[in-house]
C-alpha cells in the first residue's frame, strides 16, 4: 500500500500563487506516475499534472505555461508550483498516483490522497 499525504494550498487572489507538495510513503516501489487531480464544485474530477520516474511530464490544457511539476524520487515528494492563478483553479486539489502496472496517471489511479483546499477569489 501507499499513503500520500498533501500539503499546502489554501486562499488567494487571483493572479497570485501558491504551491502544493505531496509526500509518499509505503510502498513506494510500486509506483510510476505520481501527479494531481482536482474536483471543482459541481465538476468531475479532472487529470491536472503529472510526472513519472523519469521526469516526463503531464500538463492539462487549462494550466500549461502557469502550472509547474516537479518530483524529487529521493524524498518520494511531488511538488506543484502554481503561478497566476484563476478563480477557475478553485478546486479540492487531489495528491495521486498510478502503479507501474499501469502507462499514465491519465488511465487510472491506485493511491488518492485526502485533498487540500484551493481557493482563487476574483
Known amino acids: 500500500q501507499v499513503q500520500l499525504v498533501e500539503s499546502g494550498g489554501g486562499l488567494v487572489q487571483a493572479g497570485g500563487s501558491l504551491s502544493l507538495s505531496c509526500a509518499a510513503s509505503?510502498?513506494?516501489?510500486?509506483?510510476?506516475?505520481m501527479g494531481w487531480y482536482r474536483q471543482a464544485p459541481g465538476k468531475q474530477r479532472e487529470l491536472v499534472v503529472a510526472?513519472?520516474?523519469?521526469?516526463?511530464?503531464i500538463y492539462g490544457d487549462s494550466v500549461k505555461g502557469r502550472f509547474t511539476i516537479s518530483r524529487d524520487n529521493a524524498k518520494n515528494t511531488v511538488n506543484v508550483q502554481m503561478n497566476s492563478l484563476k478563480p477557475e483553479d478553485t478546486a479540492v486539489y487531489y495528491c495521486?498516483?498510478?502503479?507501474?502496472?499501469?502507462?499514465?496517471?491519465?488511465?487510472?489511479?491506485?493511491?488518492w490522497g485526502k485533498g487540500t483546499s484551493v481557493t482563487v477569489s476574483s
Open positions: 510526472i513519472n520516474r523519469g521526469g516526463r511530464t
Open positions: 509505503g510502498s513506494i516501489f510500486s509506483i510510476n506516475d
Open positions: 495521486a498516483a498510478a502503479g507501474v502496472w499501469r502507462t499514465s496517471l491519465r488511465y487510472g489511479v491506485d493511491y
